[in-house]
């Protein structure tokens, strides 16, 4: 028998496992599409929830110190520790979300491009285009201070300059009784670097930018991210945005949820890193399927982190443990792995392993354009006398046959 010679895949690629039915799938997807046709250097990280309470989380931290070190990294999705999963896993404590402890490291702004395929039409029927989230990936909540406060006293704000003078503070509130609190911050250089990556991401696929905040309410926090974008613009992108006759508008956020409704789509919207973690749901589901968005982090120090944007699909993972079958839908994680694919190509000046990754997408897109897909898409999709429901494994197993195919 020929041994067909696999393509190579020159540099690093730092791969991230996770938990429950995706840490399933993506075992799938590594041995029946990838690893019959890539020779690929792997440094892989167990990021599984017992794993990091094991390391007190030290493998997330090294997990993206090996992105800083190689560029691109491939996560599948993991479980955020809440107090459940801290009894369910008998787990030290509830660690920090893997995601925001690797966003917070590389900075950067996440961008979710919805997965189109013929036969499954938004459920927003004026949507005729993809609407891209570019969520900023840094600060806010997601890197808060938090305080419960027992009874009556005084929270302030208080700010210390690090070369000495007098310190600057602001009264939050005169408790009267208990209560919570909750500091948050962003810095200019991430803000203008967020601004940067999207007016980036928008001129290279020609596409319009919009940007939208609570600047009417939040006049200092939100008002800056309005004023840099704005500076960032004017300065470096309107002479080549109308060049490309493309635009950057700015409004206020409730007025940005009510047009995107009625919108076509076709557009990056940009958004804080809370608005976009949110809309990002709403987006994908207005769309079809948590399961049919891709997910980037692109950093401004020229790292890249290719993930899916849906969770560990719980659920269906404790039906696979009772031995039932599932159809858990693989398409985001494989398009983790062919962003990834495609990127350390680029990067690597490697064609051939671009070309793999546009292989595999199409493969994939073919299969549930031939009517083979998912019980989640086929709920949504045209109903035609083809459509078959396939599990987890068959699904998986349809696209390998289409890949095979075209190498
Ligand atoms: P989820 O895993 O996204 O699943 C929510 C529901 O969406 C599922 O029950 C399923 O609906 C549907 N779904 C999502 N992905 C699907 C797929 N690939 N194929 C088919 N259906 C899919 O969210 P969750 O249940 O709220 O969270 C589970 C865990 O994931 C949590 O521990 C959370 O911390 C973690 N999480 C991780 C990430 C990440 O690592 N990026 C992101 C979000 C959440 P049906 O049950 O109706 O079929
Ligand atoms: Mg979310």
Same mark, same amino acid.
């Given at each position: ?13 730092? $791969? ?14 590594? @041995? ?55 009894? @369910? ?32 039409? %938004? ?30 006293? #005084? ?13 600057? #503070? ?7 009784? %208990? ?125 890249? @982190?290719? $993930? ?100």
């Amino acid at each position: 028998m020929a041994v067909k010679t696999k393509i190579k895949v020159k540099s690093m690629l730092v $791969e991230m496992d996770g938990d429950e039915m995706t840490r399933v799938m993506w075992k799938m997807v590594k @041995e029946k599409l990838l690893f019959p046709h890539l020779d690929m250097n792997l440094e892989y990280y167990d990021l599984h929830v017992k794993h990091r309470d094991d390391t007190d989380d030290r493998v997330t931290v090294e997990a993206a110190q090996a992105i800083m070190k190689h560029g691109v990294g491939v996560k599948c999705a993991t479980i955020t520790p809440t107090e459940d999963r801290v009894r @369910e896993y008998h787990l030290k404590k509830a660690w920090k979300s893997p995601n925001g402890t690797i966003r917070a490291m590389l900075d950067g702004t996440v961008f979710r491009t919805p997965i189109i395929v013929k036969n499954i039409h %938004p459920f927003v029927t004026a949507w005729k285009k993809p609407i891209t989230i570019g969520r900023h990936a840094y600060g806010d909540v997601y890197d808060n201070a938090e305080m419960e406060i027992a009874g009556a006293g #005084r929270a302030e704000l208080v700010f210390t300059p690090a070369g000495g003078g007098e310190p600057i #503070r602001r009264t939050i509130a005169d408790f009267a009784g %208990p209560g919570i609190i909750q500091g948050i911050r962003n810095a200019d250089q991430s803000i203008r670097s967020f601004a940067q990556a999207c007016f980036t991401f928008a001129l290279d696929r020609r596409i319009d930018v919009w940007f939208s905040t609570k600047d009417t309410i939040s006049k200092i926090y939100d008002a800056r991210f309005k004023d840099i974008f704005a500076d960032e613009y004017q300065s470096n992108w309107e002479a080549k945005f109308k060049e490309a006759g493309i635009e950057y508008f700015f409004t206020l956020i409730d007025d940005a949820v009510a047009r995107i409704i009625r919108s076509e789509g076709g557009f990056l919207w940009a958004l804080k890193n809370y608005d976009g973690d949110v809309m990002s749901d709403m987006i994908a589901s207005g769309y079809g399927s948590l399961a049919m968005m891709t997910s980037v982090l692109v950093s401004p120090h020229g790292y890249f @982190e290719y $993930e899916a944007a849906h969770g560990t699909v719980q659920k269906h993972y404790y039906k696979h443990l009772k031995g039932e079958e599932t159809s858990s839908n693989s398409m985001a994680l494989i398009f983790a792995w062919t962003g990834a694919l495609r990127k350390r190509g680029e990067l690597d000046g490697t064609p051939d392993v671009c070309t793999f990754a546009d292989k595999l997408e199409n493969a994939a897109i073919a299969t549930v354009e031939q009517g083979v897909m998912t019980g989640d898409l086929l709920l949504m999709a045209d109903k035609q006398p083809g459509n078959r429901k396939a599990s987890t494994e068959d699904f998986i197993d349809a696209i390998a046959g289409n890949l095979d195919g075209m190498m």
